[in-house]
């Protein structure tokens, strides 16, 4: 099978920054790519790079789509080597037909840093969101601390003001690598001594640097919360490595990022892993394809982390 290979660069800016540990995140920048078959076909997709999480820059993308020729093999494409993830899974996604995800889907809001949070919650609630990821280290974790307990008692009152008393709230604390030691382990001290039936801490995600894989991995034994790694498992072969030393809890997956959607799958069934897929501020393209990846392969009981539109 030949294909006819077109790209284009695009660049959106957020609504507001995203403030994480990594920094202020202004605009997203991608491409858009399109595969035509000799019968007229077209397949869209999306590379979204974030060099900050492993995958490759925008600009050794663009490069890497510049240097190709119009016409491509199905070789060609299955062969875009592993230091390429986000355009492995953007020329996969193109060729695979894009069925409409499965409506089981249950969607986290990803709420601001800081206490940007408090009136923000509120509406994501009534717009149905039931799970959130709040982002920590990114103020002092004394301040960060306080504003922990104002937003839990935001969402208690919040549940008990509904009419219907059987609502729940699954909250996600993401640290994006930023905790020291000493703030992991009271991250999770805290975590613990939340007793509630309609409030759950689900997970902290990421505390300590991806060097630290053995000291998440002694947290994730020592605590009731669980913790689910993100940057340590960017890439497929990252995931692949984590898993051979011992890590069999949570899995947050970035479909455009991660790499070949095919190895993928082919992981996760292998090793029933227990996968939060999440979005990297994709496109409709990259969105529509990582979702009929998560419609297939993640936890049925976790909400996927794609309730970023507000954004």
Known sequence: MVYRFQFSP?????????KTHHGIWEKREGIILQLT??????????????????????????EFCQQLPQTLTLEDIIEIPDNFPA????????????????????????LP?????????????????????WKIAVHPISEELQLFQQLTELILTTINSET?????????????????????????SVCDEIKSDILKIEYLEQPLSIEQ???????SRQYLTSIALDESVATLSQIRDCYQR????????????????????KLCRENQIDAVFSSVFETAVGRRAALNLAAELSHPKRAVGFGVEHW
């Not at 007229?40 to 492993?54: Q, R, V």
């Not at 355009?87 to 990803?110: M, P, V």
């Not at 894989?213 to 947290?219: I, N, V």
């Open 10 to 18: 695009y660049s959106r800016p957020f609504k507001q920054p995203l």
């Open 37 to 62: 078959d000799k019968q007229g076909k077209k397949g869209d997709g999306e590379i979204a790079p974030l060099s900050w999480f492993g995958s490759e820059t925008l600009g050794q993308a663009l």
């Open 87 to 110: 355009c492995q899974f953007g020329f996969e996604s193109a060729l695979e037909e894009n069925s409409e995800f499965l409506s089981k889907l249950k969607f986290s809001g990803l």
């Open 113 to 133: 840093s800081g206490n940007a949070a408090l009136p923000v919650f509120p509406t994501l609630f009534q717009q149905g969101f039931r799970t959130f990821k």
């Open 164 to 188: 219907d008393k059987t609502e729940w709230v699954n909250l996600r604390l993401d640290a994006n690598g930023g905790l020291s030691w000493e703030e992991a382990n009271k991250w999770l």
């Open 213 to 219: 894989f053995d000291e998440m991995l002694a947290l």
């Open 246 to 265: 011992g890590w069999r809890g949570i899995f947050v997956i970035k479909p455009a990022i991660v790499g070949s959607p095919r190895k993928l799958r």
